[in-house]
């Protein structure tokens, strides 16, 4: 089996000291903010103690170079791909989830985008981490665009099944989605469930906006914790002071538990 890489290594080593981990996401689409902007964004995350930073998004099509360089430019802590498609895939990472959406309907999202990035992945020397992707209700753009099959919210022995049977493949990371900028976060008793059972770290988004909604999501058993909305919305403005709450937050949470 194939060490983990260098940007996988890190991750794992501010887990093992915080027993948490924060990645702030960066959607890369050109509509919603500059290379440059995108840039500062991360500056601010990584000042604020953010571990790693994700660019992805369902919808980000096309050139996301030019937003990479600039992210690249900026922070020295891990920038890592989260491919809404095989669109999302640049050089200039360090690393790409290697995501399998498993609960989607369609083969697309289970295994052929992979297929069809993987030699590219090779090509452009990315370190992929093996990914299981699993969205939970309510959903958002990335279970409409992923054809997925909703993990119901009251339903976390479904989200157990799927997990364990991930973990038995050999992905790195199960990650539960509600979805970006969801009404309804990932269920707490659902991230207990799966956290009390699995070996792998759990990554949980969508949907947290307040420093107390991330931590009760890390309480919960959450190792990696990803938002991107409350980021994006506050970030420019307060110059990272809401994610710094957040992160001492998430991290008071696992040092109580
Ligand atoms: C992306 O769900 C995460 O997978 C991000 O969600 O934008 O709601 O933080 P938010």
């Not at 640049?90 to 369609?106: G, K």
């Not at 979805?179 to 269920?187: E, F, R, T």
């Given at each position: 089996m194939a060490d983990p890489g260098p940007a996988w290594k890190s991750i794992l080593k501010v887990l093992k000291e915080n027993r948490v981990v924060h990645l702030t996401l960066i959607d890369p689409d050109p509509a919603k903010q500059s290379s440059t902007v995108a840039g500062k964004i991360a500056k601010l995350a990584e000042a604020a103690g953010t571990n790693g930073i994700m660019v992805g998004g369902s919808t980000a099509f096309g050139i996301i170079d030019e937003t990479l360089q600039s992210i690249k430019g900026q922070v020295k802590i891990p920038v890592l791909l989260f491919p809404?498609?095989?669109?999302?895939?640049?050089?200039?990472?360090?690393?790409?989830?290697?995501?399998?959406?498993?609960?989607?309907?369609?083969?697309y999202w289970l295994i052929d985008a992979h297929t069809l990035a993987a030699r590219y992945i090779k090509g452009f020397n990315l370190e992929p981490i093996s990914m299981a992707y699993l969205i939970v209700q309510p959903g958002g753009t990335a279970g409409y665009v992923g054809d997925a099959r909703l993990i119901p919210r009251n339903k976390p022995e479904i989200a157990l099944g799927f997990g364990l049977a991930a973990q038995y493949m050999g992905f790195q990371i199960v990650y539960l989605e509600a979805?970006?900028?969801?009404?309804?976060?990932?269920?707490l008793p659902m991230i207990e469930l799966l956290s009390s059972q699995l070996d792998v770290p759990i990554a949980v988004g969508g949907g947290m906006s307040t420093p107390e909604q991330a931590a009760a999501v890390s309480a919960a058993g959450a190792e990696i914790i990803v938002q991107g909305t409350a980021i994006e919305r506050t970030i420019l403005e307060d110059n990272g002071k809401q994610l710094s709450k957040t992160i001492k937050a998430i991290q008071q949470a696992k040092k109580r538990g």
């Open positions: 809404g498609n095989v669109s999302g895939l640049s050089r200039f990472a360090d690393a790409v989830f290697f995501m399998s959406l498993l609960n989607s309907r369609t083969t979805g970006s900028g969801a009404k309804n976060a990932v269920p």
